[in-house]
T-cell receptor, first 112, second 113 residues
Framework: DAKTTQPPSMDCAEGRAANLPCNHS???????VYWYRQIHSQGPQYIIH???NNETNEMASLIITEDRKSSTLILPHATLRDTAVYYC?????????????FGQGTRLTINP | GAVVSQHPSWVICKSGTSVKIECRSL??????MFWYRQFPKQSLMLMAT?????????EQGVEKDKFLINHASLTLSTLTVTSAHPEDSSFYIC?????????FGPGTRLTVL
């Protein structure tokens, strides 16, 4: 099971792009990378996931390196409401029976 | 994204009583649901995985007789905390998986007096 490593905290100015890194050097070829965030006292919110190609949706972009050993979540224009703990997760277990195990994540603070 | 609801959002109970928390997937069917709990200033901890119509699989260290899980339909799973004690006070969060992604409920805050 691939583990992920994230910085414990980051700060970003409101209106700027927030780039959150994640290392997953032991990821295997068919394992996806998922990103979630948790705003204080709420359940985690799904953001995006990817396998090999870069992905973009209405919330964020996910850039995965060619060797797949790391990825970066990009919030293009951060707002105060983006302040949260962001989790980068590689699901554990076999296909069809996978589960998300949360690490400590990155606490992102958006400053006015 | 898909919507998962939980009820109640918060509950206060006396020590020794049992509490039931419901988790529903509102706009999709979930053959697999998950239960997590989170203590203050800590990350989410997976408690168990439940599959519709079968017994739940508990993570190491989680007492199956204390945390009863029922997944009777494709849209409903329940967690019952039996004989609750103050140390069971926590934030309980359920999750339901569609074909590719796990979606999380808003959580239930349990306080045991």
């Amino acid at each position: 099971d691939a583990k992920t490593t994230q910085p414990p905290s980051m700060d970003c100015a409101e209106g700027r792009a927030a780039n959150l890194p994640c290392n997953h050097s032991t990821i295997s070829g068919n394992e996806y990378v998922y990103w979630y965030r948790q705003i204080h006292s709420q359940g985690p919110q799904y953001i995006i996931h990817g396998l090999k190609n870069n992905e973009t949706n209405e919330m964020a972009s996910l850039i995965i390196t060619e060797d797949r050993k790391s990825s970066t979540l990009i919030l293009p224009h951060a707002t105060l409401r983006d302040t949260a703990v962001y989790y980068c997760i590689v699901p554990r277990g076999i296909q069809g029976a996978q589960k998300l195990v949360f690490g400590q994540g990155t606490r992102l603070t958006i400053n006015p | 994204g898909a919507v998962v609801s939980q009820h109640p959002s918060w509950v206060i109970c006396k020590s020794g009583t049992s509490v039931k928390i419901e988790c529903r997937s509102l706009d999709f069917q979930a053959t697999t649901m998950f239960w997590y709990r989170q203590f203050p200033k800590q990350s989410l901890m997976l408690m168990a995985t439940s599959n519709e119509g079968s017994k739940a699989t508990y993570e190491q260290g989680v007492e199956k007789d204390k945390f009863l899980i029922n997944h009777a339909s494709l849209t409903l799973s329940t967690l019952t905390v039996t004989s609750a004690h103050p140390e069971d006070s926590s934030f309980y969060i359920c999750s339901a998986r569609d074909a590719h992604t796990q979606y999380f409920g808003p959580g239930t805050r349990l306080t045991v007096l």
